[in-house]
């Protein structure tokens, strides 16, 4: 199909929004083209798993292109863990400047007011961020969509999780959950309500608990938080326990991120191939959506892009311009607001709320670590398969936000990146990982016997921490820097010192990491006061704390689904409140955040509004 045709649909994006939409619609006979600003060469997962391997930094974004951090040159910049290795600490007396060089090298550029970076990343080519996730597929519990009904703080949804109990059994099928509804059901009854239908039963069996996880969950029984029990259980994964769509099962090669060499683990790449096997859909690479051209009557008329070949610093670049009925934004929470407030002559669509851009939330971790008593051997299996869910809900929400723990099986890599940090500790007789406080410097058997013993005792604890929404954490356009096609860069402006209810979130972690590490070992947590290590310091309650914050992956709001136009920016259908053919999808449409990883809401939402932008087909 010529990118010239006429078409039913245009989306802007590739990833799993993005790709359900397309399937659907294609299904059902529509003619749909899909902008990806990502590269051509889209699905080169053994160059991607080589890159992977040969790189000394295995970051999120590492197997996937662009490979250097050069935003003012690339036409699909993105943002990278990298970028906010230079970000100020606490107390820097050169802050500003600091801030000022950052914003030279990251896409994502700082207003000086920014008490952190936003420490999120995402991925620009066809499949999204699936490539690198971690596979996670959490529903959200009914309280998550009704806080100020149930607890009176933060705001509502505009549905009910009965609303996508269909919704989220189809995600579930498409992505390929396994999971069981016993182990759910143990973890999160009787706090967290009603989350399946009766008799549901997910794709496929659970896989196994690593021996970590079986370990640590026998460990911390008996503990209670706030009343209700530590409860270790298998997490629902995106990765199969068994064949199952040509798809083989997974091998527990524990790099599920950034990328899983067998795609075991779900990515968008399985949906766009088959919504592309219906022989009406066309997907379009190398194409950056750059404006939204609104009509006389209100809808938007014409969609423009830049389409780009050539090498950073040499792009030959067209300006081309596609028309269609319905108009579907899926281009992630960062990436659609920037061409909401690029179009109609910079004033903006969609806006009427003033809402676009605002409630820029994530779910910001807080790292703790330790060593177990008894042997745990991590490095086993997925790279995550179990968490702690049973303290997604509660009455303490009243007074402070909910978190769930991921449980790591790569020991302290993420904490502490290690084993390289001990290794060289019993090598250099250095002590930056705390376990070589004598300074010992050790070679041969000595020095193998110390790392064995240690490496099959390494705990990491994830809390990922509920965010407030908050208007004042938002996304506008840079007034200076801009990318490589000419397109000004996301300016951000982010802060969580003014939401006590997310400081005391984290305040139960740091005492719950402490209480967990006296039931199984000794805890090795610390703050870390250094460049590029982002940190919050508070008072609370007569106490002063200094915590080190790390990003989720989690990018939502900014484009928030409510009952009104003057308070949101889409309806619970998600489209556009302003322009009655714009569909607005992704996490960018959360209202509050909860505490499950965002992917599977962002697919049941996307069937959901997948229904209704047929309807609207129909009628025109």
Known sequence: MPANATYDVVIVGAGIAGAIMAKELGTQGKRVLILESGP????????????????????????????????????????????????????????????????????????????????????????????????????????????????GVLVDWPLDIADLFDDYARAEDEIGVSATIADQQRALQP????????????????????????????????????????????????????????????????????????????????????????????????????????????????????????????????????????????????????????????????????????????????????????????????????????????????????????VGNVGWEWADDDPATSLRDFVQGSNKSQLNPDGDKLYGRALIDRLNDFNTRMVRLCYLVEQEPQETNRITLSERYTDGLGLPRPEVNYSISHSEYTLRGFVSAQTTTERIFRQIGKNYTRFVDDIGLPAVAFDMDGKHYDINLYGAGHIMGTYRMGVTAADSVVSSNLRSWDHKNLYLLGSGTFPTVGTGNPTLTIAALTYRASRSVLKDLAGL
């Not at 009557?297 to 423009?304: H, K, L, N």
């Open 191 to 406: 706090y967290l309500g009603e989350q399946f239908p009766p008799g549901y039963e997910y794709p496929m069996a659970r896989i196994p608990q690593s021996v970590s996880d079986t370990r640590l969950g026998e460990d911390i029984a008996g503990l209670t938080v706030d009343g209700q029990p530590l409860e270790m259980t298998c997490t629902p994964q995106g990765r199969n326990s068994q064949y199952r769509n040509d798809r083989p099962a997974c091998q527990g090669n524990s790099s599920c991120i950034p990328i899983c060499p067998i795609q075991a683990k779900y990515d968008a790449q399985v949906t766009l191939r088959a919504a592309e096997a219906t022989h009406n859909v066309t997907t379009l690479t190398q194409a950056v959506a750059c404006d939204l051209t609104v009509g006389a009557d209100g809808r938007i008329s014409s969609v423009s892009y830049l389409k780009y070949t050539g090498e950073p610093g040499n792009y030959a670049v067209s300006r081309e311009q596609v028309t269609a009925k319905i108009v579907v934004l899926a281009a992630h929470a960062v990436e659609t607001v920037k061409l909401l407030l690029m179009s109609n002559g910079r004033r903006g669509v969609a806006n009427s709320s003033g809402q676009v851009g605002r409630n820029l939330m994530d779910h910001l971790c807080y790292l703790g670590w330790g060593l177990s008593t008894r042997q745990y051997f991590p490095y086993r299996g997925p790279r995550s398969g179990s968490g702690v869910e049973s303290l997604r809900d509660g009455p303490f929400r009243k007074e402070r936000s909910a978190w769930r723990i991921d």
């Open 40 to 151: 051509l060469d889209r699905d080169n997962r053994k160059a991607f798993y080589g890159t992977y391997l040969t790189a000394t930094g295995k970051l999120p974004e590492t197997p996937y292109p662009p490979y250097a951090d050069d935003p003012a040159s690339e036409a699909a910049p993105r943002a990278t863990t990298a970028m906010t290795f230079g970000w100020p600490t606490q107390n820097d007396k050169d802050r500003s400047k600091r801030i000022a060089a950052l914003n030279e090298k990251s896409y994502l550029t700082y207003q000086a007011s920014s008490d952190l970076p936003f420490l999120s990343t995402y991925e620009r080519l066809a499949g999204g961020t699936t490539w690198h996730w971690l596979g996670t597929c959490l529903r959200l519990v009914p309280n998550d969509l009704r806080m100020k009904s149930a607890y």
